[in-house]
């Protein structure tokens, strides 16, 4: 098997050291390239930690529950309701969870789903248990969607968690996207696959991908069963990145019940490692076709985010926006060896 997606080289400069009576410096930056993906990524030499948890006190502060459209009592009158041939009822519920038509949409088909009516969940407290409903009644919209055989072809649940993520409100509430076309990244997700399967002979990318990686161990944390889990060669984040992927799910409505449980003690381990490192902040998405489609396995990406103290700058500057190349001071296999141990933490 050949595989040759991962390109990285090493560039060296030097400088005058002003905090060592200006001796020279050698520094070496390692260029990453991730032909699955498109990612390049710059692997920078020194490691960027949190010191302090930020505080989260001042998001609370200018997102007060009392001003909370996903709380009582706006919830009823200021969050929208699909039209009827949708659901009868206006929402969609399950259990503590809510799933309601996004009022300011990035797609025909956006929806927005609470986790329950409580106005904040601190990260160490994103349990399966506190997570459960919010993705089940995701998954209650997207049977719907498909049974009313519009000729949605794909479908992704996402995430920005806390303000420094993108989130909007502090209370906890995934977004899901049902559309006809995939978006730009699942495309470049299915036209590699399609374009490893012309020159190996129909062989899976994905398998290829997890059997390689597996074999390396250098960034695979770990197979929970369905879901094999790693870090990103190329991450699409400052603070690293966490892939995980369904073994041979071709469509979101292969994942069964156990699959969403799994999916749901993983992120958990994820969100621990995360809170114990400081951060407060992270983006989710989770890419499935509605169709079976062997390019494109179902699963997702998990990227750290926080702001850089003490202006609270932000973790994207131009080279990431304007150049479209990511500066990561994390190691991937370096993040691989910490979140071992928290998977492997019972």
Known sequence: MRFKAFKKEITKGRYLNAFKNFEEKEIAIELRHD???????RILPYRVRTVHKPDVDSYLEKSPESLCPFCSPLFEKTTPKFMPHVIAEGKFRHGNAWLF???FPYDANNSVAILSSRHFIPMDEL??????????????????????????????????YMPPAGGGLVHPHLQTIVSKKPTNFMQRLITSAQGYAAEEDGENLWHSLIAMEK????RFITNTGAISWLTSF??????GEIDFYFHEKTSFFDLTEANI??????LAKVFGYLYANNFISFNLSL?????????????????????INPLGTSDLNYFEKLHNEIICPVVPEDLCKELQNYFAAQ
């Open 287 to 307: 890419y499935a076709p509605m169709l079976s489609n062997r390019y494109l396995w179902v699963q997702g990406k998990i990227t750290p985010r926080f702001e």
């Open 35 to 41: 032909e699955i993906t498109g990612v390049a990524c």
């Open 127 to 160: 349990t399966p248990q506190t997570m459960k409903d919010g993705f089940e009644v995701c998954r209650d919209y997207l049977y719907r969607m498909a049974e009313m055989n519009l000729g949605y072809k794909y479908c992704s649940i996402n995430w920005n």
């Open 261 to 266: 449980d799994e999916l749901l003690a993983g």
């Open 101 to 103: 038509p996004n009022a």
């Open 215 to 218: 074999d390396a161990k250098e």
């Open 234 to 239: 190329a991450p699409k984040s400052m603070a």
